[in-house]
């Protein structure tokens, strides 16, 4: 049974950042020259991180999610998928990526237990793909969706982040995918969050509601009916086009903050233990994993996290949290 927190919310979902470094340079994410990284010997080994899976699992963790950065761009992250696969309690194995390296990896994943993927991808337009990733081929992209489905990684989820006057305008051509491929696609609201204040302020301002989004579906598409995404629905609002076999979500940190259903903890990948996404609170694994810790000694302090995860986030409040990129908590 999964461990509650303060405000009786069971915690049964952990992310695992298994790299702060990207092949890409998404212009939300982070800046052009990327943000300084991590050392080698900073980040968490394979055993450290399988340890800590396993004391999540003995207080009820059911769901673990690698992250990075971008995960495939850890080398032998095969090998970490099929140590986390085989912890006893583990129920829920996925990950999510921008989907470039997936075609090469989809099949070994899915054989090492890997369950499911989300990808993520912002634009339809090859040019305006490039220009938004810095250096991403949408193809690739593409071509790792297609492979995740032939490995049966399912139900494989597209993550489009929204923001107004850089792709606010194919909220519909990204919609319609659920009728025509029968994708699961998810809108996710963008958070103005960073270390980096030249990229915060510049998109100040330019966040789409879910409920923009919705009315831009509707009118050009037809009314939404609420749907349920049987596998990792996690905080997203599902519904359903009239003849879609596949489903539009709506995460909306900012306008219908979902706290209340919140039910994880991250690690980032240098072991600091985050009980909430937008705090800048951490608890530090790393040192006691590194002193010889017991996985007792760890489980312990992962419920010392459960317990000090707070009520909600105050990102509406203090505007933005910088204290680190995206890419270096793992989204």
């Known amino acids: 049974m999964a461990r509650l927190d303060g405000y009786h919310r069971p915690i049964d979902y952990l992310r695992v950042s298994v790299t702060d470094r990207c092949n890409l340079r998404c212009v939300y994410c982070m800046p052009e020259e990327g943000v300084s990284s991590c050392t080698h010997s900073d980040i968490l080994r394979f055993e450290e991180i399988e340890l800590v899976v396993r004391a999540a699992a003995s207080l009820g963790i059911r769901q673990v999610r690698l992250t990075g950065g971008e995960p495939l761009a850890r080398l032998g ?112 609201e963008w958070m103005p969050v960073g270390d980096d204040a030249r990229m915060a302020d510049a998109w100040h301002g330019h966040t789409v509601t879910a409920a923009e989004m919705r009315e831009q579906v509707t009118a050009a598409l037809g009314p939404l009916e609420p749907a349920i995404l049987e596998v990792g629905a996690g905080p997203a609002r599902y519904y359903r086009l009239s003849g879609a076999s596949g489903t539009l979500g709506f995460i909306t940190p900012l306008s219908e903050h979902f706290c209340g259903q919140c039910n994880r903890l991250r690690l980032t990948a240098d072991g600091q233990l985050r009980p909430c996404l937008l705090s800048s609170y951490e608890i530090d694994l790393r040192t006691p994993l590194r002193e010889g810790a017991e996985e007792s000694e760890i489980a312990s302090l992962l419920a010392q996290g459960i317990d000090e995860k707070p009520a909600r986030h105050h990102l509406d409040e203090n505007d933005q949290v910088r204290d680190r990129a995206m890419s270096q908590i793992g989204g």
Request: a negative charge.
């Open 77 to 188: 992250i095969v090998d970490l998928v099929r140590m986390l696969a085989q912890v006893p309690g583990i129920d829920d194995l996925s990950m999510t990526t921008n989907g470039t390296l997936l075609a090469r990896h989809a099949e070994a994943l899915r054989e090492a237990g890997l369950n499911r993927v989300n990808v993520s991808l912002d634009t339809l337009c090859p040019d305006r793909y490039r220009a938004i990733t810095r250096r991403g081929q949408l193809q690739d992209a593409l071509d790792g969706i297609e492979a995740a489905h032939r490995a049966g990684l399912e139900p494989v989820k597209i993550n489009a982040v929204i923001i107004r006057d850089l792709n606010d305008d194919e909220v519909v051509d990204l919609a319609r995918l659920s009728v025509t491929k029968g994708w699961h696609v998810r809108f996710i």
